[in-house]
Protein backbone atom coordinates (compact mmCIF):
# COMPACT_ATOMS: atom_id res chain seq x y z
CA UNK A 1 0.00 0.00 0.00
CA UNK A 2 2.87 2.39 1.01
CA UNK A 3 4.50 2.22 -2.86
CA UNK A 4 0.91 2.61 -4.43
CA UNK A 5 0.29 5.81 -1.74
CA UNK A 6 3.44 7.62 -3.08
CA UNK A 7 2.79 6.88 -6.36
CA UNK A 8 -0.82 8.98 -5.59
CA UNK A 9 0.87 11.02 -3.37
CA UNK A 10 3.52 12.23 -6.96
CA UNK A 11 0.28 13.43 -9.28
CA UNK A 12 -1.44 14.88 -5.55
CA UNK A 13 1.61 17.60 -5.55
CA UNK A 14 1.05 18.61 -8.14
CA UNK A 15 -2.88 19.24 -7.98
CA UNK A 16 -2.39 21.00 -4.56
CA UNK A 17 0.47 23.49 -5.95
CA UNK A 18 -2.15 24.45 -8.50
CA UNK A 19 -4.35 25.54 -5.71
CA UNK A 20 -1.96 27.20 -3.16
CA UNK A 21 -1.26 28.55 -6.96
CA UNK A 22 -4.45 30.11 -7.44
CA UNK A 23 -4.71 31.28 -3.69
CA UNK A 24 -1.91 32.90 -4.27
CA UNK A 25 -2.88 34.91 -7.30
CA UNK A 26 -6.13 35.60 -5.74
CA UNK A 27 -4.52 36.98 -2.87
CA UNK A 28 -1.89 39.26 -4.91
CA UNK A 29 -5.00 40.09 -7.34
CA UNK A 30 -6.77 41.98 -4.88
CA UNK A 31 -3.93 43.71 -3.17
CA UNK A 32 -2.91 44.97 -7.02
CA UNK A 33 -6.47 45.99 -7.48
CA UNK A 34 -7.51 47.55 -4.34
CA UNK A 35 -9.48 45.34 -2.64
CA UNK A 36 -8.29 44.82 0.65
CA UNK A 37 -9.00 49.15 1.56
CA UNK A 38 -11.87 50.11 -1.05
CA UNK A 39 -15.39 48.96 -0.56
CA UNK A 40 -16.13 50.22 -3.26
CA UNK A 41 -13.78 47.78 -5.98
CA UNK A 42 -15.69 45.02 -6.82
CA UNK A 43 -13.72 42.50 -9.15
CA UNK A 44 -13.51 38.58 -9.95
CA UNK A 45 -10.47 38.75 -7.59
CA UNK A 46 -12.72 39.45 -5.11
CA UNK A 47 -15.41 36.92 -6.49
CA UNK A 48 -12.95 34.40 -6.76
CA UNK A 49 -11.68 35.15 -2.99
CA UNK A 50 -14.95 34.86 -1.18
CA UNK A 51 -15.55 31.68 -3.22
CA UNK A 52 -12.64 30.08 -2.49
CA UNK A 53 -14.00 27.06 -0.57
CA UNK A 54 -16.65 26.26 -3.00
CA UNK A 55 -13.69 26.38 -6.11
CA UNK A 56 -11.36 24.14 -3.77
CA UNK A 57 -13.86 21.55 -3.89
CA UNK A 58 -15.10 21.74 -7.45
CA UNK A 59 -11.07 21.47 -8.14
CA UNK A 60 -11.23 18.32 -5.71
CA UNK A 61 -14.32 16.68 -7.93
CA UNK A 62 -12.25 17.35 -11.04
CA UNK A 63 -9.02 16.13 -9.52
CA UNK A 64 -10.54 13.10 -8.72
CA UNK A 65 -12.16 11.97 -11.97
CA UNK A 66 -8.44 11.16 -12.77
CA UNK A 67 -7.44 8.89 -9.58
CA UNK A 68 -9.67 6.01 -10.57
CA UNK A 69 -9.08 6.35 -14.37
CA UNK A 70 -5.63 6.93 -15.23
CA UNK A 71 -4.25 6.54 -12.11
CA UNK A 72 -5.78 3.60 -11.46
CA UNK A 73 -4.85 1.71 -15.03
CA UNK A 74 -1.40 3.06 -14.55
CA UNK A 75 -1.03 1.79 -10.64
CA UNK A 76 -2.29 -1.40 -12.20
CA UNK A 77 0.01 -1.64 -15.25
CA UNK A 78 2.97 -1.01 -13.11
CA UNK A 79 2.04 -3.88 -10.67
CA UNK A 80 -0.04 -2.25 -8.27
CA UNK A 81 -1.87 -4.93 -6.48
CA UNK A 82 -5.82 -3.99 -6.43
CA UNK A 83 -6.65 -3.98 -2.69
CA UNK A 84 -3.78 -1.75 -2.07
CA UNK A 85 -4.25 0.58 -4.81
CA UNK A 86 -7.70 0.71 -2.72
CA UNK A 87 -6.62 1.22 0.32
CA UNK A 88 -3.94 4.02 -0.77
CA UNK A 89 -6.63 5.78 -2.36
CA UNK A 90 -8.47 6.52 0.99
CA UNK A 91 -5.13 7.32 2.19
CA UNK A 92 -5.31 10.36 -0.65
CA UNK A 93 -8.78 11.15 0.08
CA UNK A 94 -7.69 11.96 3.58
CA UNK A 95 -4.64 13.75 2.33
CA UNK A 96 -6.37 16.21 0.18
CA UNK A 97 -8.86 16.62 2.87
CA UNK A 98 -6.73 17.56 4.93
CA UNK A 99 -4.84 20.34 2.87
CA UNK A 100 -7.42 22.17 1.50
CA UNK A 101 -9.04 22.22 5.48
CA UNK A 102 -6.03 24.01 6.53
CA UNK A 103 -5.51 25.93 2.98
CA UNK A 104 -9.40 26.85 3.64
CA UNK A 105 -8.68 28.07 7.29
CA UNK A 106 -6.16 30.17 6.05
CA UNK A 107 -7.72 31.94 3.60
CA UNK A 108 -11.16 32.66 5.47
CA UNK A 109 -8.82 34.11 8.36
CA UNK A 110 -6.00 35.68 6.14
CA UNK A 111 -8.51 39.26 5.75
CA UNK A 112 -8.92 39.46 9.26
CA UNK A 113 -5.29 39.30 9.80
CA UNK A 114 -4.42 41.25 7.04
CA UNK A 115 -6.86 43.99 8.35
CA UNK A 116 -8.99 44.34 5.14
CA UNK A 117 -12.18 46.36 5.03
CA UNK A 118 -14.77 44.08 5.86
CA UNK A 119 -17.21 42.82 3.10
CA UNK A 120 -20.46 41.65 3.44
CA UNK A 121 -19.59 38.82 1.13
CA UNK A 122 -16.94 37.99 3.24
CA UNK A 123 -19.54 36.03 5.31
CA UNK A 124 -18.99 33.49 2.61
CA UNK A 125 -15.83 32.29 3.34
CA UNK A 126 -17.28 31.37 7.14
CA UNK A 127 -20.17 28.75 5.67
CA UNK A 128 -18.41 26.33 7.55
CA UNK A 129 -17.52 28.25 10.60
CA UNK A 130 -18.48 26.28 13.64
CA UNK A 131 -18.50 23.29 12.17
CA UNK A 132 -15.14 22.09 12.42
CA UNK A 133 -15.79 18.31 10.76
CA UNK A 134 -17.89 19.96 7.92
CA UNK A 135 -15.12 21.04 5.38
CA UNK A 136 -13.65 18.22 5.19
CA UNK A 137 -15.66 15.85 5.14
CA UNK A 138 -17.87 17.39 2.04
CA UNK A 139 -14.27 17.46 0.57
CA UNK A 140 -13.96 13.69 1.34
CA UNK A 141 -18.03 13.51 -0.32
CA UNK A 142 -16.60 15.30 -3.63
CA UNK A 143 -13.36 13.09 -3.87
CA UNK A 144 -15.74 10.06 -3.80
CA UNK A 145 -18.00 10.89 -6.34
CA UNK A 146 -15.69 12.62 -8.56
CA UNK A 147 -13.65 9.11 -8.73
CA UNK A 148 -16.97 7.65 -9.06
CA UNK A 149 -17.57 9.86 -12.35
CA UNK A 150 -14.27 8.68 -13.56
CA UNK A 151 -15.22 4.76 -13.24
CA UNK A 152 -18.82 5.24 -14.54
CA UNK A 153 -16.72 7.23 -17.78
CA UNK A 154 -14.38 4.09 -18.35
CA UNK A 155 -17.56 2.07 -18.37
CA UNK A 156 -19.93 4.09 -20.41
CA UNK A 157 -18.76 7.75 -22.06
CA UNK A 158 -21.81 8.56 -22.51
CA UNK A 159 -23.45 8.55 -19.11
CA UNK A 160 -19.96 9.36 -17.66
CA UNK A 161 -20.27 12.24 -19.20
CA UNK A 162 -23.79 13.44 -18.55
CA UNK A 163 -23.08 12.78 -15.05
CA UNK A 164 -19.97 14.78 -15.06
CA UNK A 165 -21.43 17.87 -16.51
CA UNK A 166 -24.42 17.36 -14.56
CA UNK A 167 -22.33 17.39 -11.58
CA UNK A 168 -20.30 20.65 -12.59
CA UNK A 169 -23.23 22.55 -13.51
CA UNK A 170 -24.88 22.04 -9.76
CA UNK A 171 -22.03 22.96 -8.34
CA UNK A 172 -21.72 26.29 -10.43
CA UNK A 173 -25.25 26.83 -10.07
CA UNK A 174 -24.84 26.70 -5.97
CA UNK A 175 -21.83 29.11 -6.01
CA UNK A 176 -23.63 31.39 -8.47
CA UNK A 177 -26.67 31.01 -5.33
CA UNK A 178 -24.62 31.60 -2.92
CA UNK A 179 -23.01 34.98 -4.41
CA UNK A 180 -26.33 36.45 -5.44
CA UNK A 181 -27.25 35.21 -1.66
CA UNK A 182 -24.82 37.05 -0.34
CA UNK A 183 -25.44 40.07 -2.50
CA UNK A 184 -29.27 40.56 -2.65
CA UNK A 185 -30.29 38.98 0.31
CA UNK A 186 -32.60 36.04 -1.62
CA UNK A 187 -31.97 33.75 1.27
CA UNK A 188 -33.54 35.79 3.82
CA UNK A 189 -36.48 36.30 1.76
CA UNK A 190 -36.70 32.59 1.18
CA UNK A 191 -36.33 31.87 4.42
CA UNK A 192 -39.10 34.15 5.69
CA UNK A 193 -41.46 32.79 3.11
CA UNK A 194 -44.23 30.06 3.69
CA UNK A 195 -41.42 27.56 2.20
CA UNK A 196 -38.92 28.84 4.79
CA UNK A 197 -39.10 25.56 6.66
CA UNK A 198 -37.66 23.65 3.08
CA UNK A 199 -35.04 25.79 2.56
CA UNK A 200 -33.71 25.63 6.34
CA UNK A 201 -33.93 22.09 6.51
CA UNK A 202 -32.38 21.97 3.08
CA UNK A 203 -28.49 22.20 3.41
CA UNK A 204 -28.85 19.47 6.11
CA UNK A 205 -31.01 17.00 3.82
CA UNK A 206 -28.28 17.80 1.19
CA UNK A 207 -25.50 16.77 2.93
CA UNK A 208 -26.96 13.81 3.93
CA UNK A 209 -28.45 12.06 0.60
CA UNK A 210 -24.24 13.41 -0.47
CA UNK A 211 -23.03 11.41 2.41
CA UNK A 212 -25.11 8.49 1.97
CA UNK A 213 -23.99 9.09 -1.78
CA UNK A 214 -20.22 9.18 -0.94
CA UNK A 215 -20.43 5.93 1.05
CA UNK A 216 -22.56 4.35 -1.26
CA UNK A 217 -19.69 5.20 -3.94
CA UNK A 218 -16.79 4.02 -1.58
CA UNK A 219 -18.47 0.35 -2.13
CA UNK A 220 -19.00 0.59 -5.49
CA UNK A 221 -15.05 1.80 -5.95
CA UNK A 222 -14.12 -1.26 -3.84
CA UNK A 223 -15.68 -3.95 -6.20
CA UNK A 224 -14.90 -1.91 -9.68
CA UNK A 225 -11.19 -1.56 -8.12
CA UNK A 226 -11.36 -5.90 -7.70
CA UNK A 227 -12.53 -6.28 -10.76
CA UNK A 228 -11.03 -3.79 -12.85
CA UNK A 229 -9.27 -4.46 -16.30
CA UNK A 230 -5.87 -2.91 -17.30
CA UNK A 231 -5.97 -1.26 -20.66
Known amino acids: MGKSFRFLLNFAWVNLGALFGFAAIVIVGCYTTGVPNDLETSNL???????????I?????????????NNLNLGLSMGARRVDFFWALQGIMLFYAAVCWGLQLFMTAFPAMANWEVRERWALLDMFDGRVWLFPLVCIVLIVLGCLSGLVMVKNKILGGVLVTISIF???F????????ADTGVM????????GWFFAVLPKAGLTVLSVGAVGGEFLIWKVVQRYVVR
Open 170 to 172: VMI
Open 188 to 195: DTLLDSEW
Open 57 to 69: LMCLFLYAFALCT
Open 45 to 55: FETYYCMFPTM
Open 174 to 181: VTIFMILS
